[in-house]
């Protein structure tokens, strides 16, 4: 039965659940032919599949012919129910074919092909924001959008347009609350990317009130909002207000979620960057060495989802925001100044850290190469089958226990929850088994899509006499001026006898370094 497969179900964790979703396939093709509205909906089936494990190129494969197979439906009538009326069945198929547009463009923007989600959305608009009615909704979905593809591309007077009628479409549509909170949070934060600190305060004030009369209880929790109000209160140097908000998120947050959430990473950050204009390196390097560590044990055990980088390369997700990174390394630069004791210890940590961001990157995308590795029988391809499955566990998992504890309080299931985290943590624990079985029976596959970094002491025994290592790192491109770092370059040096660790005042927009001031 084509219905009994719901998506995001506990089934997908199953190694065997694609094979089923297939089977359902080519029997509805079997069936009805390959071009009927059954076959459609099984490929919907898998399509929520592949979203779920983050295989973009089979979901789009799979999200192209639906699409096709929708648009034919419209002009066709001989597939239809005899008992149904003509008009109906088109309408619907006109429905889903815009869902399917709707899927389609998402993707595009989860892997930064935005030049192609802008034209679907453009086209889904044009087709439902004259209809009314249901397809009223349909139109904030693409305003969404398009409004996501005018942030990338630093259009915020645009994108603060397309937010602003999304908003007034969820507003008067019942049952929209999460929807409409999550759209005014994103318009908060384009204004937080202007320094409109005054608009971004009442944006995240609007997402927190209840629209239509929902009821408190039925109200998401508003971790968002706090955070932009919090970073609005850093910018104008409140930052008394600013830490006991950063505090309250990053609290309750570990109170529903526990202490190694990965959502907690924004708060904590928010701490560090506030102990640290404070005047307390020591404090805000605690924060920040925290926040890096959660960042990083998520991407050891490679539970990361890729995401198409501006330069075209994959990379995580999670270091499109690497504020963590660059709080660590100059919490640690100043730390260091204040107390040179502590400067070689913190020297050779940053030293290592640095190169670990690096790896990282391209760990996780040599990671999902691995299929290549898992085709066989031995006991490599064993192994990294067992991982791959295990990791495509965790992250449904993870995504599911995020959306559960995102519900409002009268929804949640503490039960459940608690039975979720308990299951990320066996995997966790299972994933670093298999981790250290491949370091000792595969050292050379561990080493490829895992590299140790070298440590100082290590790059000064592989140096000759005359010889010096220059290892650069830089903060990244930050959008949002609240966080008021004017940018800065990292260099070590390392010859045989000695090594030494400088923070420069240059930034990513000027990337070339005066050798004199390296030196």
Avoid at 78 to 102: E, Q, S, Y
Avoid at 189 to 216: C, V
Wanted: a neutral charge; hydrophobic letters at 40%; aromatic letters at 8%.
């Amino acid at each position: 039965d084509l219905h009994s497969f719901p998506t995001r179900r506990s089934s997908d964790l199953e190694p065997d659940a694609e094979k089923t979703y297939k089977r359902v396939l080519a029997a509805q093709e079997k069936a009805h032919g390959p071009m009927h509205p059954d076959v459609a909906k099984a490929l919907d089936k898998l399509s929520q599949f592949y979203i779920l494990h983050d295989r973009y190129a089979e979901q789009e494969a799979v999200l192209k012919r639906m699409l096709t197979i929708f648009e034919k439906t419209q002009d066709a009538t001989h597939f239809a129910d005899p008992n149904l009326p003509k008009d109906f069945v088109i309408r619907f198929a006109h429905m889903d074919a815009i869902d399917a547009v709707n899927q389609l463009a998402n993707l595009y923007g989860t892997l930064g092909r935005y030049s192609e989600m802008e034209a679907l959305a453009k086209r889904n608009l044009s087709k439902v924001k004259n209809e009314g009615g249901t397809t009223d909704l349909l139109a904030s979905i693409n305003y969404s959008q398009l409004a996501r593809v005018s942030v990338v591309r630093g259009r915020y007077a645009e994108a603060e347009s397309y937010f602003k009628k999304a908003i007034e479409i969820e507003q008067r549509t019942p049952n929209q609350q999460v929807s409409w909170c999550e759209t005014c949070n994103d318009l908060a934060e384009i204004y937080l990317r202007q320094g409109r600190f005054d608009d971004a305060e009442k944006a995240a004030q609007k997402a927190m009130s209840p629209i239509n009369g929902t009821a408190a209880d039925l109200m998401p929790y508003p971790s968002r909002a706090y955070l932009v109000l919090a970073q609005s209160h850093f910018a104008r140097k409140r930052h008394a207000e600013a830490e006991k908000l950063f505090a309250r998120v990053a609290r309750d947050i570990e109170a529903s979620w526990g202490p190694d959430s990965n959502s907690l990473v924004p708060a904590v950050v928010g701490m560090a960057e506030v102990k640290l204009a404070q005047g307390n390196p020591l404090e805000s390097y605690d924060y920040a060495k925290r926040a890096t560590s959660q960042r990083l044990r998520r991407i050891d055990a490679r539970a990361e989802s890729l995401t198409m980088s501006s330069g075209g390369q994959m990379r995580p997700v999670d270091f499109y925001d690497q504020s963590a990174f660059d709080i660590h390394l100059r919490a640690a630069a100043e730390l260091a100044l204040r107390s040179p004791d502590r400067a070689p210890a913190l020297a050779a940590e940053t030293f290592e850290l640095s190169q670990r961001v690096q790896h990282s990157q391209a760990a996780s995308a040599l990671s999902q190469m691995a299929v290549r590795f898992a085709q066989g029988d031995g006991a490599l391809a064993q192994q990294i089958r067992q991982r791959q499955e295990l990791t495509d566990q965790y992250r449904i998992l993870d995504k599911n226990l995020t959306a559960a504890i995102s519900q409002p309080d009268a929804q949640r299931n503490q039960t459940e929850e608690d039975k979720a985290r308990k299951a990320r943590e066996d995997i966790v624990k299972r994933i670093k088994a298999i981790d250290a079985n491949l370091a000792r029976q595969f050292p050379e596959y561990a080493a490829l899509v895992n590299p140790a970094p070298l440590s100082i002491q290590e790059v000064q025994q592989l140096l000759r006499p005359g010889e010096a290592l220059i290892q650069i790192a830089q903060e990244a491109l930050d959008p949002f001026p609240y966080r008021h770092s004017v940018g800065q370059t990292y260099v070590w040096v390392v010859t045989r006898d000695e090594a030494r660790w400088k923070a420069l005042p240059i930034g990513a927009e000027t990337p070339v370094l005066d050798r004199k001031s390296v030196v």
